[in-house]
């Protein structure tokens, strides 16, 4: 009798991807859209069924440090302290790449950006497979991350309907934003290419650095730069408009929100959608979705708010602004500054979410 369970799930996806095929796994973050990240062709296929740009290089998913250091020109020191203070977890590094790891994967350049997905889901799936998997975020590029697996399919109807991709589904993500990307400049600084759940003051705890050799880095990357370890970073998903829902979206402060809707005129105040910071009585928005005032309830229901406020088509989604960072130099200790560090990386999907033009609809 043929296997049945999460384990026949797991054999066939493993199965899948050792063909070639494409599967999207849950992680604690979003769910990736994983293919073999040693077979160029698999990897053409993640770029295309994305539409994702091809300067824009795909993280690598790793069972752990062992796996990671097969991929990688150099393991050193501070990558060794780094993953295993946080992998498995929400944490890419990115290194200098081994000629193993195959040009498309790292989009012409010179390194690699590693992590080990903490979700039994996608560990079972990694150690079924038995290598290392590309997994970029499993939506259409550009658009809002999914978390669960429903999102995974709605993004790519066709080659579900086709048996193109197999989607895995652990239900909802933990974490809800992506992880945090870090590199080490050889001046001993680590540059932070895209904030996520680790955040900076956390790092530097770990790698034993001051605050200030932990820096942000998030210039928007230019079409055709290699990302490097030796020049200014670029990190292709701090594009500006990334994790953008099709409606204009506009960050709003409870204060601005009277004279924003006052601006309107009647016809399209009616559509207005509101994704507020806690309870917010009578605002007035026609659809209104209320997250936790608190930044890991905030970031695990971002991107599902974002999607089923796009969902209704509004003229306009607001999102409140999240609180202003502290002042810089008085950083608060422990978890005050983890909670300042999180909303900092919310800040900046929600920056993104909002900075684009809207987008016609399929
Ligand atoms: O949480 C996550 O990281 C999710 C889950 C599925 O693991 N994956 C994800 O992948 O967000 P993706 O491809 O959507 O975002 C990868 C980010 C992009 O900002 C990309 O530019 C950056 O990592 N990246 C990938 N390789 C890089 C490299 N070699 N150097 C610098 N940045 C790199
Ligand atoms: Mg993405």
């Given amino acids: 009798m043929p296997a049945t369970g999460p384990t026949a799930f797991i054999d066939r996806a493993a199965a899948a991807l050792r063909l070639g095929g494409l599967v999207a796994f849950p992680t604690e973050t979003v769910y990736g859209l994983g293919a073999d990240a040693l077979n160029p062709l698999a990897v053409a296929a993640v770029f295309a069924l994305k539409g994702r740009p091809a300067h824009n290089p795909l993280i690598v998913h790793v ?40 040009h498309a994967v790292r989009a012409g350049g010179p390194t690699v950006a590693l992590r080990a997905p903490a979700h039994p889901t996608a560990e079972a799936l990694l150690a079924a ?6 997994g970029p975020s499993a939506n259409p590029s550009g ?13 790519f109807p066709d080659a579900v309907a086709h048996g ?59 079409a055709g730069a290699p990302a490097s370890v030796c020049t200014p970073l670029a990190s292709p998903g701090q594009l500006a408009s990334h994790y953008a829902p099709r409606a204009p979206a506009v960050l ?37 979705i209320t997250l936790p005032d608190e930044p890991g309830g905030f970031a695990a ?23 202003a960072p502290p002042p810089a130099g008085s950083p608060p200790a422990g978890t005050g500054s983890r909670d300042a560090d999180l909303w900092r990386a919310i800040a900046d999907r929600l920056a993104r979410a909002t900075s684009t033009q809207p987008r016609s609809r399929p």
């Fill in 63 to 102: 069972t752990g440090p062992d796996m990671a250091r097969q991929l990688a020109a150099e393991w050193p020191p501070w990558a060794d302290t780094l993953a295993r203070a946080f992998w498995p977890g929400p944490l890419t590094i990115v290194l200098p790449a081994s000629p193993r790891v195959p």
């Fill in 129 to 134: 497979f038995g290598g290392p998997l590309v």
């Fill in 143 to 155: 658009f809002v991350s999914p978390t669960t697996a429903e999102h995974v399919r709605a993004g």
């Fill in 164 to 222: 193109d991709l197999l989607v895995l589904d652990g239900g909802p993500c933990r974490s809800g934003i992506e992880s945090t990307v870090v590199a080490m400049t050889p001046d001993a600084t680590l540059r932070v290419l895209r904030p996520g759940v680790i955040g900076p003051s956390e790092l530097a705890a770990v790698l034993g650095l001051p605050a200030d050799r932990v820096v942000f880095s998030l210039q928007h990357a230019d």
């Fill in 252 to 288: 709003v402060t409870r204060d601005q929100w009277p004279t924003l809707l006052a601006s309107l005129p009647a016809d399209r105040r009616r559509s207005v959608a509101l994704l507020a910071r806690g309870p917010w009585p009578e605002s007035g928005a026609a659809r209104q």
């Fill in 301 to 323: 229901g971002l991107y599902a708010a974002l999607r089923e406020l796009d969902a209704l088509a509004p003229t306009l989604i607001t999102i409140e602004a999240p609180p």
